[in-house]
């Protein structure tokens, strides 16, 4: 009977589906307590099916972190092609603030950084081949990319600023950039928001462009990215350009790993904690930006 129920798949919907032959005079016993201990049969398969995948899961995270603590290696995906945070230097060494945080997480966690590069378009890709443990290079946190990965805890925030030439006395808020030539990437958010606020845009392929239109007056303003333009400071600190208004609202980026990764998320806030408390967060910031980009 037990080999009967788990083998004929057919007989066994055909026993869950079927109605009991109520107008029948005498009741088909067998057919219906065979009916029944399917069913519970059926409910006790689904409820084990449900269990072992939460501890497959839950052996799967661990054993990532466990995996990475034996190897004594943390795999870092990165671009290596995204000035101040991951690039080359002179000498072709890969640098940068998000390089120098990687390093300083995988040394809290007792293990070496590994940096394997790649492009953006495929880099958090990369997450679900395997191909790394983690990706630190800027990655927004966003509701869309939490349905499908994990993230730390904020490590660094950037938030919207306008940016004029420091003889520019009458540009004082976002309300003041209508009619004015703004520089901006057409594409960009920020390009949109300065389109929002009434300004005339002028198309640049970046920051760099941007910011040499408002200094050369063929631009009265630009909108972009406080940390970018803090890194353009502290490289030009006597640039004659200032910021006279920044959006409240900030955007935070995080390590990105798999789905299901808590241990290893967990590990990574306790060393992003750490290198906060010890001071190694702010020298990181403060060689990069000249200030704490944490908040």
């Not at 946190?141 to 904020?154: A, C, G, L, V, Y």
């Not at 928001?193 to 300004?199: K, P, V």
């Not at 005339?200 to 970046?206: I, R, S």
């Not at 808590?262 to 408390?277: C, G, P, Q, S």
Request: aromatic content about 10%.
């Amino acid at each position: 009977m037990i080999e009967k129920i788990f083998f004929e798949n057919s007989r066994f919907l055909e026993l869950l589906n079927a109605p009991l032959e109520s107008n029948s005079c005498i009741l088909d016993l067998d057919e219906y307590f065979l009916r029944v201990l399917d069913m519970k049969l059926f409910k006790l398969f689904a409820t084990a099916a449900v269990i072992q995948a939460s501890l497959f899961s839950a052996a799967w995270a661990g054993e990532n972190l466990d995996a990475i603590q034996q190897a004594g290696v943390l795999k870092i995906g990165t671009e290596g092609t995204y000035a101040p945070f991951t690039y080359h230097d002179k000498d072709n060494k890969l640098v940068g603030f998000d390089v120098e945080i990687g390093e300083a997480v995988a040394q809290k966690l007792g293990v070496k950084p590994e940096f394997i590069e790649g492009k953006w378009d495929g880099l958090i890709a990369g997450l679900d081949a395997k191909r790394y443990d983690a990706v630190i290079n800027q990655v927004g946190i966003t509701e869309e990319r939490q349905k499908k990965f994990n993230f730390s805890d904020p490590y660094i925030v950037s938030k919207v600023v306008l940016i004029v030439h420091e003889n520019n006395d009458t540009i004082k808020g976002f309300d003041d950039l209508k009619g004015v030539k703004s520089a901006q990437s057409l594409t960009s958010n920020y390009g949109k928001l300065a389109q929002e606020s009434g300004a005339e845009l002028v198309a640049t392929d970046g920051f760099d462009q941007s910011i040499q239109l408002v200094l050369t007056g063929r631009a009265q303003a630009t909108l972009n990215d406080n940390l970018s333009y803090l890194d353009f400071k502290k490289q030009q600190p006597d640039a004659p350009v200032k910021v006279v208004a920044e959006k409240e609202n900030a955007d935070a980026s995080g390590i990105i790993v798999r789905k299901g990764d808590d241990e290893l998320v967990a590990a990574l806030n306790k060393a992003l904690a750490e290198i906060k408390a010890d001071g190694t967060y702010d020298k990181i910031s403060q060689k990069y930006f000249g200030q704490d980009v944490s908040k």
